[in-house]
T-cell receptor, first 109, second 113 residues
């Protein structure tokens, strides 16, 4: 069974707007990671947040983690058309990584 | 570095046929894994390896075999292909622990008729 569940399943915004995607999971984790996948391509690692961290930034990306609620969010600020992709959260327990079904983000120019 | 490479990119099989999906990495990573991605399902872990000679099952291992004779290579074997194995298969590697970034190959799109 999948561990992470992203919400929403699809998101459409205008260029320049912010995009927020959420991820909920069910069991304890060591870390949570966010990946991007362009259509027909492999996954690209975006950011990793450890279970003892609450917030992390990388460029236009901001990730939060609330282990008490078993949830995480990914914020992309000042979105660009090139950010159009599917975004996945993945929870990591030792060597067993579980992915959610993803959020499909469309950024309109 | 080439990173993680996979061959072939596309493959069509008939039910009952067997084949091997190849995966190689040139980053000297200890950990390698295989995932399948079905529409609307995200990625599911098939098998993984924490080093040469060591493999273990993931979430959906049935119908697949793996071996890890070298650090670089981690082939996935389909023993007797079934239509339910139609999917996109991704290989990934990372240096070691779960705190390391995982790198994905470009994928193999497999169709079983």
């Amino acid at each position: 069974s999948q561990q992470g569940e992203e919400d929403p399943q699809a998101l459409s915004i205008q260029e320049g707007e912010n995009a927020t995607m959420n991820c909920s999971y069910k069991t304890s984790i060591n870390n949570l990671q966010w990946y991007r996948q362009n259509s027909g391509r492999g996954l690209v690692h975006l950011i990793l947040i450890r279970s003892n961290e609450r917030e992390k930034h990388s460029g236009r990306l901001r990730v939060t983690l609330d282990t008490s609620k078993k949830s995480s969010s990914l914020l992309i600020t000042a979105s660009r058309a090139a950010d159009t992709a599917s975004y996945f959260c993945a929870t990591d327990r030792t060597n067993d990584m579980r992915f959610g079904a993803g959020t499909r983000l469309t950024v309109k120019p | 570095n080439a990173g993680v490479t996979q061959t072939p990119k596309f493959q069509v099989l008939k039910t009952g046929q067997s084949m091997t999906l190849q995966c190689a990495q040139d980053m000297n990573h200890e950990y390698m894994s295989w995932y399948r991605q079905d529409p609307g399902m995200g990625l599911r872990l098939i098998h993984y390896s924490v080093g040469a000679g060591i493999t273990d099952q993931g979430e959906v291992p049935n119908g697949y075999n793996v071996s890890r004779s070298t650090t670089e290579d981690f082939p996935l074997r389909l023993l007797s292909a079934a239509p339910s194995q139609t999917s996109v298969y991704f290989c990934a590697s990372r240096a070691g622990t779960y705190t390391d970034t995982q790198y994905f190959g470009p994928g193999t799109r497999l169709t079983v008729l």
